[in-house]
């Protein structure tokens, strides 16, 4: 539309340029003619007007366009100076979560080495309690009033699981045995009365569990828990209870079995595997809740096992985020 006005003023311009400089004709000039020379003259100022007025606002559009233009490029310029602070607090932010999580798989380290130091010392206890039961350990018959195993009076005897024997109000025990003699127990206490020995009753009931031979395991494995609830070698006989209910489908008492051994054993090295299984027994009773939190809790405790790894692929085929909101 500009490019057209521009046009018709040219050509309005050169009409009255050629109408100006045409020579006058021999006869008077006429009304009409003064007339159409006033016109063009007239035609002239607006043309010279419209000019001006052209000029002035192309020099403000100008001036205008400029303006935005440098603003666009503070606009630039902000926003690059930002995306940089944020590229700036990304990687500290990063470096900051390497940081943390080599910590934490130092600290993760540490505990795994301090787990390993406690199961030496766990069986370095155990190894001396064996030993100091083969040691004291009575024969299976002797003659009345004769000290055990042939050992002088005054050498330690051994406390039979029964409880102390009742003695006379003389002081003395049953056949007249003197109550002073070590252990107050009479010399020919039957072997029965003994705790059964410790690795030979283990050995035993993990080849019946692993025979399938479940009824005989149990009863074995809570002979174990019964005359050695103090040694290491009872975590895992609380743990094979745990399993062999859990063989069974007996979800409830496995889970009680496995409650027993976490609570009371928590080092033990199958306590990841008894979590596990717990987590699944409770699932097994349809308390999903509670599965969850444990199938949870056993990936905090035990992150780089394979039962945590186990439990993980069981949230996910539930659909359960791994950690919580």
Same mark, same amino acid.
């Given at each position: 539309?500009?490019?057209?006005?521009?046009?018709?003023?040219?050509?309005?311009?050169?009409?009255?340029?050629?109408?100006?400089?045409?020579? +006058?004709?021999?006869?008077?000039?006429?009304?009409?003619?003064?007339?159409?020379?006033?016109?063009? $003259?007239?035609?002239?100022?607006?043309?010279?007007? /419209?000019?001006?007025? =052209?000029?002035?606002? =192309?020099?403000?559009?100008?001036?205008?366009?400029?303006?935005?233009?440098?603003?666009?490029?503070?606009? #630039?310029?902000?926003?690059?100076?930002?995306?940089?602070?944020?590229?700036? *607090?990304?990687?500290?932010?990063?470096?900051?979560?390497?940081?943390? #999580?080599?910590?934490?798989?130092? /600290?993760?380290?540490?505990?795994?080495?301090?787990?390993?130091?406690?199961?030496?010392? *766990?069986?370095?206890?155990?190894?001396? *309690?064996?030993?100091?039961?083969?040691? *004291?350990? +009575?024969?299976?018959?002797?003659?009345?009033?004769?000290?055990?195993?042939?050992?002088?009076?005054?050498?330690?005897?051994?406390?039979?699981?029964?409880? $102390?024997?009742?003695?006379?109000?003389?002081?003395?025990?049953?056949?007249?045995?003197?109550?002073?003699?070590?252990?107050? /127990? +009479?010399?020919?206490?039957?072997?029965?009365?003994?705790?059964?020995?410790?690795?030979?009753?283990? @050995?035993?009931?993990?080849?019946? =569990?692993?025979?399938?031979?479940?009824?005989?395991?149990?009863? @074995?494995?809570?002979?174990?828990?019964? #005359?050695?609830?103090?040694?290491?070698?009872?975590?895992?006989?609380? =743990?094979? /209870?745990? !399993?062999?209910?859990?063989?069974?489908? @007996?979800?409830?008492?496995?889970?009680?079995?496995?409650?027993?051994?976490?609570?009371?054993?928590?080092?033990?090295?199958?306590?990841?595997?008894? @979590?596990?299984?717990?987590?699944?027994?409770?699932? !097994?009773?349809?308390?999903?809740?509670?599965?969850?939190?444990?199938?949870?809790?056993?990936?905090?405790?035990?992150?780089?096992?394979?039962?945590?790894?186990?439990?993980?692929?069981?949230?996910?085929?539930?659909?359960?985020?791994?950690? +919580?909101?």
């Amino acid at each position: 539309m500009l490019h057209k006005m521009r046009t018709h003023l040219a050509a309005a311009a050169i009409l009255a340029a050629v109408l100006a400089c045409a020579p +006058p004709p021999a006869h008077a000039v006429s009304k009409e003619m003064v007339q159409l020379q006033t016109e063009v $003259q007239q035609l002239l100022d607006m043309v010279q007007r /419209l000019q001006s007025s =052209f000029d002035t606002r =192309f020099g403000v559009l100008q001036n205008l366009a400029q303006q935005t233009a440098d603003q666009a490029n503070q606009t #630039s310029a902000a926003v690059a100076a930002l995306q940089k602070k944020i590229d700036a *607090q990304s990687d500290n932010v990063t470096g900051k979560v390497d940081g943390v #999580s080599g910590q934490i798989q130092s /600290l993760n380290d540490s505990v795994d080495e301090l787990r390993t130091r406690i199961d030496k010392l *766990q069986k370095s206890v155990q190894d001396l *309690q064996t030993q100091l039961q083969n040691i *004291q350990a +009575p024969p299976a018959t002797a003659m009345p009033g004769s000290a055990p195993n042939g050992m002088q009076p005054g050498q330690p005897d051994v406390q039979p699981l029964g409880g $102390q024997q009742p003695t006379s109000p003389s002081g003395t025990g049953p056949q007249g045995m003197n109550s002073s003699q070590p252990g107050g /127990l +009479p010399a020919n206490l039957p072997a029965a009365a003994q705790a059964p020995p410790l690795k030979q009753t283990y @050995e035993a009931a993990l080849n019946d =569990f692993n025979a399938g031979r479940d009824k005989m395991a149990e009863g @074995e494995f809570q002979q174990v828990v019964k #005359s050695y609830p103090y040694d290491s070698t009872a975590g895992s006989a609380q =743990f094979y /209870l745990g !399993e062999i209910a859990y063989r069974q489908k @007996e979800y409830a008492k496995a889970v009680d079995a496995y409650n027993a051994m976490l609570e009371t054993y928590p080092g033990n090295p199958l306590a990841p595997t008894a @979590e596990l299984h717990k987590g699944d027994s409770l699932l !097994e009773l349809h308390r999903r809740q509670d599965g969850i939190r444990e199938l949870r809790l056993l990936i905090q405790r035990y992150p780089r096992t394979p039962e945590a790894s186990h439990a993980r692929q069981k949230l996910n085929a539930m659909g359960v985020r791994i950690v +919580p909101h």
